[in-house]
């Protein structure tokens, strides 16, 4: 199955300021997958990101604060603009990968943000 | 929300006991899935059920699919401290590849 290079692995980033997250695939991937996961809770799908084409995003979420950029099959950054504290959360990138005659998907190692 | 939903919220076990976490979605599924979270950081894929599919086994995890419920069962046997960590499960859906995941389970396995 594909590996994931995500970093930064944590931040701790002023309110205003913006943060940009990326994720290094080591093969080429059509789909990857944008998620945020606030302090307990769940994983919640923020934008998926074709190669070539503009991020689908999530309702409730919009590219003016998630902008997203995918470049080529093996690589995506994810930016979270203009931060609040609300925006503290880990956010996850992930690829889908063949495991045999399944379909799983595969995970970044997670950025943890904290804004102050 | 079409999030699913798992209970326990949490669970405590002895080593050597067996946890089991139960799922359930409220969309049509094409598979149901599996995750393992330790500590916040990256999820790793345990284990994929198909819709057609009623239990699948894996090493000392345990699968169960209900589709007239829609709900699931993830049992893990013989269990381990290592085995702490949170569980998550994710529907993947008909014609799409997002997943939508339950809210999840944290195990705690005392040695």
């Avoid at chain 2, 798992?6 to 409220?26: F, H, R, V, W």
């Avoid at chain 2, 999840?104 to 005392?110: A, M």
Wanted: aromatic fraction near 8%; proline fraction near 3%; charged fraction near 20%.
């Amino acid at each position: 199955s594909a590996v994931i290079s995500q970093k930064p692995s944590r931040d701790i980033c002023q309110r205003g300021t913006s943060l940009t997250i990326q994720c290094q695939v080591d093969s080429q991937v059509t789909m990857m997958f944008w998620y945020r996961q606030q302090p307990g809770q769940s994983l919640t799908l923020i934008a998926t990101a074709n190669q070539g084409s503009e991020a689908t995003y999530e309702s409730g979420f919009v590219i003016d604060k998630f902008p997203i950029s995918r470049p080529n099959l093996t690589f995506s950054t994810l930016t979270v603009s203009n931060m609040s504290p609300e925006d503290s959360s880990i956010y996850l990138c992930s690829v889908g990968a063949r495991r045999g005659g399944d379909y799983g998907y595969t995970f970044g190692s997670g950025t943890r943000l904290t804004v102050v | 929300s079409q999030q699913g939903e798992e209970d326990p919220q949490a669970l405590s076990i002895q080593e050597g006991e067996n946890a089991t976490m139960n799922c359930s979605y409220k969309t049509s599924i094409n598979n149901l899935q599996w995750y393992r979270q330790n500590s916040g950081r990256g999820l790793v894929h345990l284990i994929l059920i198909r819709s057609n599919e009623r239990e699948k086994h894996s090493g000392r995890l345990r699968v169960t699919l209900d589709t007239s419920k829609k709900s699931s069962s993830l049992l893990i046997t013989a269990s381990r401290a290592a085995d702490t960590a949170s569980y998550f499960c994710a529907g993947g859906r008909y014609n799409t590849d997002k997943l939508i995941f339950g809210t999840g389970t944290r195990l705690q396995v005392f040695p």
